[in-house]
């Protein structure tokens, strides 16, 4: 497998877009926690797929550390940090409110925040110990480069992702860390959480919807972002960093 020797820790792991990248890495030869602020789903993605489970809520500091600790306890060290959980609550800047902006900002920013600050002393560790090239990866948007009206907070918090990713990147090679950090922003992904931008509209009409506005006609599937991610998560990429990778079917290049 390409990820052969290595391990990872995923968030958000128990449902789309990070289920898909954990059950790849898992099948490509990596030793894989599943994380979820929803044990039960981490638990069946992790059974399904072979791995470790345990629930982790990213906005938790304390979580994280435990996640440290597990991750040495049941994966021996980690090599891999995949940052995906995050949600999205439609909204203009004018009908978001206070609350929505920061429960949006506290997962989908601070959580990848905390992530790379507590798992960064481990995985430089790791990949010290063994020679293993380590990499972050951070799961951000193609609206952190194309804004839409109706989503601030979503917007917002997945172009600070972007730029926090390059810090990270810039950090980690400078110090001569092997962990590469790098962004994948894709578009409509066909996940639950496109249940969430259309008003009670059902899956498949939202889906067909939103096809309508990617030039190449469709959603993306799971595993359009779960192949990218192998590749930069494996050594294949290993002069890689600070880079993001659009995965949109040509949304962005209009
Ligand atoms: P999803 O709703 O299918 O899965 C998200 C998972 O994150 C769920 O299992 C949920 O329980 C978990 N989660 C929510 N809050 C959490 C928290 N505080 N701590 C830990 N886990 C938490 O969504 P998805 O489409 O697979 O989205 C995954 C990532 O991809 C998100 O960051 C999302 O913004 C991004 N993304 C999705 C799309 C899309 O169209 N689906 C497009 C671009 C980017």
């Not at 789903?41 to 304390?62: F, I, K, N, W, Y």
């Not at 609206?143 to 972007?162: E, H, I, L, P, T």
Request: charged share 20%; aromatic share 4%; glycine share 12%.
């Amino acid at each position: 497998g390409r990820l052969a020797g290595k391990t990872a820790l995923v968030t958000g792991a128990g449902s789309g877009i990070g289920r898909a990248i954990a059950s790849r890495f898992a099948a490509q030869g990596a030793t894989i926690l599943f994380t979820d602020i929803d044990g039960d789903r981490a638990a069946q993605a992790a059974s399904a797929a072979g791995g470790h489970a345990m629930r982790l809520d990213v906005t938790d500091e304390a979580g994280w550390a435990a996640a440290a600790e597990q991750a040495e306890a049941v994966l021996g060290g980690l090599h891999i940090l995949v940052n995906n959980a995050g949600i999205c609550e439609p909204g203009s800047v004018e009908d978001t409110d206070l609350a929505s902006w920061r429960k949006t900002h506290a997962i989908n920013l601070d959580g990848v925040f905390l992530g790379c600050r507590t798992l960064l002393p481990l995985m430089t560790r790791t990949t010290e110990r063994d020679g293993h090239g380590g990499a972050i990866l951070n799961i951000s948007s193609v609206s952190a480069m194309v804004a839409a009206g109706n989503f601030a907070s979503y917007n917002s918090s997945k172009a600070a992702v972007r730029h926090l990713s390059k810090s990270v990147a810039l950090h980690c090679a400078r110090k001569g860390y092997a962990v590469r950090c790098n962004s994948i922003h894709p578009t409509f992904i066909d996940t639950p959480l496109i249940d969430g931008l259309g008003a009670g509209a059902d899956h498949g009409a939202m889906i067909a919807k939103l096809a309508r506005q990617v030039p190449m006609g469709r959603v993306g599937d799971t595993d359009d972002v779960a192949w990218a991610a192998v590749y930069l998560c494996s050594d294949e990429a290993k002069f890689v960093t600070g880079a993001e990778l659009v995965i949109d079917g040509g949304l962005s290049a209009q």
